[in-house]
Nanobody, 121 residues
Framework: QVQLVESGGGVVQAGDSLRLSCAVS????????MGWFRQAPGKEREFVAA????????NYADSVKGRFTISRDNAKNTVYLQMNSLKPEDTAVYYCAADPARAGATMGNYWGRGTQVTVSS
């Protein structure tokens, strides 16, 4: 089994930045593509960003391109989501996902429990 634990969420104002972290245990981290999804109240979960086994392979939702950056540190078994220029519409629970094959909107063999991000206007 793979365990994913997110951290770094919080309450910020519009224009602020946050960095989310997702620590992975249970399997060889470097063998997994990693991703971030989010779910706002009353909405379906949506894809945010993904990074492949090779760090130069990244994929972003149009709504976050240019503002969010996904990265991974294989030595620390951790994936990050740097979120800049946050907007109120970024408010959601953010989930970390791991997948042995896919790095995009359809990924998700394993999931974390989520971390809340709230952006006030």
């Amino acid at each position: 089994q793979v365990q994913l634990v997110e951290s770094g969420g919080g309450v910020v104002q519009a224009g602020d930045s946050l960095r989310l972290s997702c620590a992975v245990s249970g399997r060889t981290f470097s063998n997994f593509a990693m991703g971030w999804f989010r779910q706002a109240p009353g909405k379906e979960r949506e894809f945010v960003a993904a990074i492949g086994v090779f760090s130069w392979i990244t994929n972003y939702a149009d709504s976050v391109k240019g503002r969010f950056t996904i990265s991974r540190d294989n030595a620390k078994n951790t994936v990050y989501l740097q979120m800049n220029s946050l907007k109120p519409e970024d408010t959601a629970v953010y989930y970390c996902a791991a997948d042995p094959a896919r790095a995009g909107a359809t990924m998700g063999n394993y999931w974390g429990r989520g971390t809340q991000v709230t952006v006030s206007s």
